[in-house]
């Protein structure tokens, strides 16, 4: 699995923006895909994620109410809606994929650098 990302950029405080991850290679068979991001000088954290039988979702407290992650299963994408936009969420933006329920995200994207000014 191959995993694309895109969509960041630089917008001002309570802006909106939207990223995608698009997945691709010969086999498609995710457990969940989602989103992490990492802040300068800080560990990479954990934003949200969907799992693809059934789009359940699930969100890091900080971005719950403004981030939205949704799915096209047709074209194997995935999106995070982000909204009302903080300086504390500039970072680059991951999207991941898992394989199973019990596997670690081992698929991984290459990053886009959202960066919000107050």
């Known amino acids: 699995v191959q995993l694309q990302a895109s969509g960041g950029g630089l917008v001002q405080a309570g802006d909106s923006l939207r990223l995608s991850c698009a997945a691709s290679?010969?086999?498609?068979?995710?457990?969940?895909m989602g989103w992490f991001r990492q802040a300068p000088g800080k560990e990479r954290e954990f934003v949200a994620r969907?799992?693809?039988?059934?789009?359940?979702?699930d969100y890091t407290d900080s971005v719950k109410g403004r981030f939205t992650i949704s799915k096209d299963d047709a074209k194997k994408t995935v999106y995070l809606q982000m909204n009302s936009l903080k300086p504390e969420d500039t970072a680059v933006y991951y999207c991941?994929?898992?394989?199973?329920?019990?596997?670690?995200?081992?698929?991984w994207g290459q990053g886009t650098q959202v960066t919000v000014s107050s």
């Open positions: 991941a994929a898992k394989k199973t329920l019990w596997s670690s995200y081992n698929y």
């Open positions: 290679g010969r086999t498609f068979s995710v457990h969940a």
């Open positions: 969907i799992r693809w039988s059934d789009s359940n979702t």
